[in-house]
């Protein structure tokens, strides 16, 4: 590869595909390795700004010599710009895909034959590198490909390879995951301003109460129901609350709204 070949190419920047960059710049990834495309000419000015990357306004351009090419699209996109890259990957490439409810065989039929394509299901804490990336693999990538993909990713957060089939589910659990944290959150939040606190201290008590606990649940190898009851003394508040969101069927209604979202991933496939 040449001197000035970029290894990796992120065509689009939003907020996903900048997190993805972002994480990779931070995990070690050299910004002279990387080019990024954007429509808008002040949107690259000011990546190129932030991160020091090489950007441009053509996808061509920049994924013709990347060995990893990260596309960050919407999906109604996704079609035109596989077939506007799809003749000018270099051999060997990856084509890494954040967009929802697209497989790898549809990703494949707008490429050349035996093109590499791995299918990402990411979440938005890639931007401060606590993302969660499930990954499949197409029908032509081989081993140290999906390794690429994979090392690249794991740069913002964690990295799991599922199967195909999965990634629905994964939508419902993870890629949507941090919303259903962020209504709790501002659910606790107004209701301790209900109970009388200001609001800058419920804001705080409840953020730090759910990073704590996530840390708790991540590191301390226990299950959360196990982690739950010990938070939970007999006859105490907590087991007061539980009994409260049990009454008003939290639990169903959260199990409701995860198929709903399983269901809207698959029809956008």
Known sequence: MTKSARRIAFIGTGNMNEAVMAGALAGGFDADDVVATSRRVERGTQLREKYGVATMTSNPDAVASAETVVLGVKPYQLDDVLEEIGPHLADGAV???????????????????GAAVVRVMPNTPAMVGAGMHAVTPGAHCDDDQLARAKTL????????????????????VSGSGPAYLFYLADAMIEAGVLLGLQRDVAHRLAVQTIVGAGTMLAESGESPVQLREKVSSPGGTTITALAELDQRAVRAAMVA?????????????
């Open 95 to 113: 084509v890494v895909s954040l967009a929802v409810g697209r497989s790898t065989i549809s990703l494949e039929e707008h490429l050349p034959d």
């Open 153 to 172: 990713l794991a740069a913002s957060g964690d990295v799991i390879t599922v199967a195909e089939k999965d990634h629905d589910a994964v939508t419902a």
């Open 257 to 269: 709204a995860m198929k709903a979202c399983h269901d809207k991933s698959a029809s956008m496939g």
